[in-house]
């Protein structure tokens, strides 16, 4: 069992930059490979970045070349770094992991309760 718990959202202006943080629980933290997705109001739960246990990251469109995933396999700890921010990124972003190979919102086997990220104009 891996309990996921994101933190570092909040309220970030249009060109600014917020950090977020999923911390887990369990021994075997650097098996997994983890993922954020985020999930707009009135809108589907969409992927943002995966971080694969062997050190492969992967980055939506819409996200690439502004956002950085990372991980702290010492401290059980993912982060997403946002740079550049936009209106349009605003959502609730959560944290999730998988035993497997593939990062998609149908096959993560753990999700945290997420951290909400408001991004103003």
């Known amino acids: 069992q891996v309990q996921l718990v994101e933190s570092g959202g909040g309220l970030g202006q249009a060109g600014g930059s917020l950090r977020l943080s999923c911390a887990a629980s369990?021994?075997?933290?650097?098996?997994?490979?983890m993922g954020w997705f985020r999930q707009a109001p009135g809108k589907e739960r969409e992927f943002v970045a995966a971080?694969?246990?062997?050190?492969?990251?992967y980055y939506a469109d819409s996200v690439k070349g502004r956002f950085t995933i990372s991980r702290d396999n010492a401290k059980n700890t993912v982060y997403l770094e946002m740079n550049s921010l936009k209106p349009e990124d605003t959502a609730v972003y959560y944290c999730?992991?998988?035993?497997?190979?593939?990062?998609?919102?149908?096959?993560?086997?753990?999700w945290g309760k997420g951290t909400l990220v408001t991004v103003s104009s």
């Open positions: 971080h694969g246990w062997s050190g492969s990251t």
């Open positions: 999730a992991a998988t035993s497997g190979v593939r990062v998609r919102a149908d096959a993560m086997d753990y």
């Open positions: 369990g021994r075997t933290f650097s098996r997994y490979a």
